[in-house]
Structure formats: C-alpha cells, structure tokens
T-cell receptor, first 113, second 114 residues
Framework: SQKIEQNSEALNIQEGKTATLTCNYT??????LQWYRQDPGRGPVFLLL?????KEKRKERLKVTFDTTLKQSLFHITASQPADSATYLC????????????FGSGTRLSIRP | EPEVTQTPSHQVTQMGQEVILRCVPI?????FYWYRQILGQKVEFLVS????????KSEIFDDQFSVERPDGSNFTLKIRSTKLEDSAMYFC????????????FGPGTRLLVL
C-alpha cells in the first residue's frame, strides 16, 4: 500500500530563515501532491497543489517542488515568521481512488523569534 | 470566504449511545467527506459521498457508521453505538466539481466517548 513519510516530527528554526520540510512517498506514482497546514485542534487548511508535470510551484512565501523520480516533495517557507508555526501535512490522492486524501503524519514547525 | 461549518464543536457521550455529527459544506460543492483524527495520530479518511451515495469508504467505516445528506445543505455522520475508540476529532470536508482534488475542511467536532 502507499506510504507517506515526512522527514521529521518537529523542526525548530529562527525567524527569518527558510524552513524546508520533506515528504517522501512509496509504492505508487500520484498525479498530484498537496500540502496542508494544521493548527492545534483545527482542521487541515489547503496551501498548495502541485501536479506530476510541474517541477515547482510558488505562492507568496511558499514554494513546493515535486520530484517524481525521487518520489519526493520539498516544501519551503521563506522569511519564516512565528505565525508560520503549525503542523504541515503532505497529502496524496488515494492509490485506487482520488476521492480520498491520504495524509502524512506531519511535521510540527516552530519558528522562534 | 465560504467555509465548511460543523456542529457541535464538542460532544461527550456514553459508550453505546448514538451520536450525529453535523456539517454544512461549502454551498456549491458536490463532493463530501468525513475524516477522523485520533489524538496525536494522522488524519484518516472515513468516507466520501457524491450524488447522494457513498463513493468510497475505509475499513474504519463499518456498519456502525452511516452518512446522510438529509437536505440541500447538511451532511451528517452517525455513529450508532459508540465505542471508547471512537473518541477523536471528526472533520468534514467538501470539494467542488472543478478542482475536486482540493478538499476544504471544517473546524472539526471533538468526540469523547466515556
């Protein structure tokens, strides 16, 4: 079955630096990959979707890359701010059906002032 | 900006009781979903719903669970006889016909079964 791994449970960086989060997946080739943000006790919030034919996508201070050969996505937040502190979830469509999302376990990002 | 809403925000129930969790998806969306997240664990898919029927369900979604769209706006999840292990956050989500890959999540209902 498909497996999603996010590189670390927690990442702690200084304000102003670039945060880089990693998502690796195995056992299939998704047509797209998404990143969501989740704050404690809240639902996931959609951030970015990148398709298999796109190498990179940007939205304001966010950048996502998608390497289908390595089966990896990198998620970058530039000029990080304390308000960026949250858990970031990598998400893929279901293997047999795109009507569901399979989430990674998330990386908890903390930005210290 | 339109958003998914869920009620109640918190629900405490006794084991064996029935609970109904309610959701109002974004108004022009056609695809509806329920997910759950046990404390400290991943967000897990339960069920997807389209055109008044279940499109897909996970192994978690057994005979104790059911979903319904009783009118043009509400989408409900019923757990017939709750178990301790049903304690979790339950999230409703919806997606549009165009760009249905992206699902928009509600704030969740925290269910505690005692």
């Amino acid at each position: 079955s498909q497996k999603i791994e996010q590189n670390s449970e927690a990442l702690n960086i200084q304000e102003g630096k670039t945060a880089t989060l990693t998502c690796n997946y195995t056992n299939y080739s998704p047509a797209y990959l998404q990143w969501y943000r989740q704050d404690p006790g809240r639902g996931p919030v959609f951030l970015l979707l990148i398709r298999e034919n796109e190498k990179e996508k940007r939205k304001e201070r966010l950048k996502v890359t998608f390497d289908t050969t390595l089966k990896q996505s990198l998620f970058h937040i530039t000029a990080s701010q304390p308000a960026d502190s949250a858990t970031y979830l990598c998400a893929l469509p279901g293997y047999s059906s795109a009507s569901k999302i399979i989430f990674g376990s998330g990386t908890r990002l903390s930005i210290r002032p | 900006e339109p958003e998914v809403t869920q009620t109640p925000s918190h629900q405490v129930t006794q084991m064996g009781q029935e609970v109904i969790l309610r959701c109002v998806p974004i108004s022009n969306h056609l695809y509806f979903y329920w997910y759950r997240q046990i404390l400290g664990q991943k967000v897990e898919f339960l069920v997807s719903f389209y055109n008044n029927e279940i499109s897909e369900k996970s192994e978690i979604f057994d005979d104790q669970f059911s979903v319904e769209r009783p009118d043009g706006s509400n989408f409900t999840l019923k757990i017939r006889s709750t178990k301790l292990e049903d304690s979790a956050m339950y999230f409703c989500a919806s997606s549009a016909r165009t760009g249905k890959e992206t699902q928009y999540f509600g704030p969740g209902t925290r269910l505690l079964v005692l």
